[in-house]
């Protein structure tokens, strides 16, 4: 079968590998349909993401079709498409034991810490994956980015009276913004790309859009009239903005940061104690995270309508295709591979 690694920062190389063989008892064998492209794959391709190792096969949201099931495996069909949860425990530690299957010890993620889905056919434990037949491709290899959304929403605890800032319109910006929204919250989100504002505009025309700039919290003074954000998310995984959260959050308000950057964040004591600041970070999502997706999107409940912006083909000249991914005026928002 075919794969396509990641042998160095931009560098795709081609390969043919064996096709796995009959799954292990609670595997199952599936063949991948289409690809979500992630911030972390971008990054990994230009050398710039962190817990990296080269060479490695990029790849973890997924759209797949059952080939085979192990001889355990009752909640799968072969022909069942499905939608994969790409990170899974070495071992069941203290996280994992209460729950937390999304940050414990051992974790790998796939495209990450071990080999993807960027090849044809890939076996998987069963458990981790769930069948989703009445979506389409686009909608299950969304699933993914959007659990993470749907996860840092839930470690929000938003209520309806909340005001949410959702800092970063990215495709997990933008993920947030919708599972937010289904809190009955009202939202606003905070970029410096006004094409991805637009699209926020369009798509959701409850949410208020702020445009970075030096007068951002006179802009929400003015948006909330005199009041401050109850809740933000921070999806920018950038340090000044994930700083400056404590200076735009209410007192007693609640900080989540989604983002992830490899340093330090430094906020001033005095400040968080005097507005009694809650801060959570929220990593990867949770199984549930991703059944509630599934419900979701067939219910039409949450809509993926011009969210991907671009699509590759799994070919030969994904490379060249890939490098076109970075540049402003293509404009992306989300990426897709399909097989």
């Known amino acids: 079968m075919k794969a396509i690694v990641l042998q160095t920062p ?3 190389l081609v390969i043919e590998k064996d096709t796995p063989t009959a799954p292990q008892p609670h595997e199952v064998l599936l063949k991948v349909i289409q690809l979500g492209v992630c911030g ?3 990054h990994a391709y ?4 962190p817990f990296f190792t080269y060479p490695r096969i990029l790849g973890h949201e997924i759209a797949a079709e059952v080939i085979a099931v192990g001889a355990e495996v009752t909640h799968l069909r072969v022909g069942d498409r499905c939608a994969v949860m790409p990170y899974r425990n070495e071992q069941e530690d203290q996280a994992v034991r209460r729950g937390k299957t999304n940050c414990g010890s051992t974790l790998r993620v ?3 810490h071990e080999d993807g889905a960027m090849q044809e056919f890939i076996t998987y434990p069963a458990e ?3 069948a989703a037949n009445e979506l389409s491709a686009d909608q299950i290899a969304m699933i993914e980015p959007l659990a993470i959304g749907s996860h840092a929403v839930e470690r929000a605890d938003i209520s309806p009276e909340d005001t949410v800032l959702v800092i970063g319109a990215g495709p997990i910006g933008i993920g947030t913004v919708a599972m937010a929204l289904l809190k009955a919250a009202r939202v606003l989100v905070l970029d410096m790309n006004q094409n991805r504002l637009d699209y926020i505009s369009q798509n959701y025309p409850s949410v208020s859009c702020i445009l970075l700039n030096n007068t951002v919290e006179d802009s929400l003074n003015e948006l909330l009239d005199g009041q401050l954000p109850t809740v933000i998310l921070d999806a920018t995984g950038h340090k000044d903005s994930m700083q400056k959260c404590l200076e735009y959050i209410a007192p007693g308000g609640t900080i989540v940061y989604i983002g992830l950057f490899i340093g330090d964040v430094i906020f001033h004591d005095p400040l968080f104690h005097r507005k009694e600041i809650t801060l959570k970070a ?7 995270d991703f059944t509630k997706l599934i419900r979701l999107l067939k219910a039409g409940l ?5 969210y991907i912006t671009h699509r590759l083909s799994f070919d030969d000249s994904l490379e060249a295709e890939f490098n076109k991914l970075y540049l402003p005026e293509e404009r992306v928002i989300k990426v897709v591979i399909e097989f």
């Open 282 to 288: 929220s990593r990867n999502a949770l199984a549930t």
């Open 40 to 42: 972390t794959d971008l």
């Open 128 to 130: 981790l994956v769930f």
């Open 46 to 49: 230009r050398g710039r993401q």
């Open 10 to 12: 931009g560098n795709f």
């Open 302 to 306: 949450v809509s993926i309508d011009g």
């Open 110 to 112: 796939l495209g990450v």
